[in-house]
């Protein structure tokens, strides 16, 4: 069955008050979305990284208070969690969709992807498109956009990374809400899949 994409029903899911209102506007109409990105997307990633992908859609489970500001599923070659190991993410904010690799603060290894980047910084500059986005914390949705970072500031990123242990970073493309590639599912695995092909690099690094 053909993914159907993005609605504004789904972002509106983000505005609604209260957190048991929000979590079961969340499971009703953004998570089904989220299952099935998963049997689509895990293997495609699974051939591009020639290994086996696994598909973690979040729970939002130890909330008791603050409702979600965003959600995503998370792809990654361990099949018991994601956190731990350099990952791929395709999630929602009320305001966009981010598809991006991510490093999290729960990585072991996340200063070999680091002092990996450090030494490639240049050509790391150059692979990387002028419209994506970097980012230190997943829980803004905001980031630095590649073409307005010093090399610097990119360097900055990843010793960062490397030396401050709550530290992260996430790499990849924010697609705002009213951007009709949304609306058209075929359109926007054919970007996600063009997205992760570019972002592809990063990942390895993380293993070297």
């Not at 409702?67 to 305001?95: C, E, M």
């Not at 996340?110 to 490639?120: D, S």
């Not at 150059?126 to 905001?142: C, E, G, L, Q, R």
């Not at 010793?159 to 075929?186: F, N, P, W, Y």
Request: with cysteine; net charge negative; aromatic share 10%.
């Amino acid at each position: 069955m053909a993914f159907s994409g993005f609605d504004n029903r789904d972002f509106e899911v983000f505005e609604i008050e209260g957190l048991e209102s929000r979590m079961e506007a969340l499971i009703d109409r953004v998570r089904p979305k989220f299952h099935h990105l998963g049997e689509l997307v895990t293997p495609m990633l699974g051939a591009m990284c020639e290994e086996e992908m696994f598909t973690h859609v979040a729970k939002h489970a130890r909330r008791t208070v603050n409702a979600p500001n965003d959600s995503w599923v998370a792809f990654a070659n361990n099949k018991r969690g994601y956190k731990a190991h350099p990952h791929f993410q395709i999630g929602l904010w009320s305001t966009h969709v981010f598809v991006q690799f991510a490093i999290i603060y729960e990585c072991p290894n996340k200063n070999v992807f680091a002092e990996r980047a450090l030494r490639e910084l240049n050509s790391i500059r150059n692979a990387v498109p002028a419209h994506f986005v970097w980012s230190k914390d997943h829980m803004i949705p905001t980031g630095l956009k590649h073409s307005e970072l010093s090399d610097a500031e990119l360097s900055d990123l990843f010793e960062r990374l490397r030396t401050v242990k709550a530290s992260e970073l996430t790499c990849g493309i924010h697609i705002m809400r009213d951007d009709k590639v949304l609306q058209d599912g075929e359109a926007f695995l054919k970007l996600v899949d063009e997205t992760y092909r570019t972002l592809l690099p990063l990942y390895r690094m993380a293993f070297a």
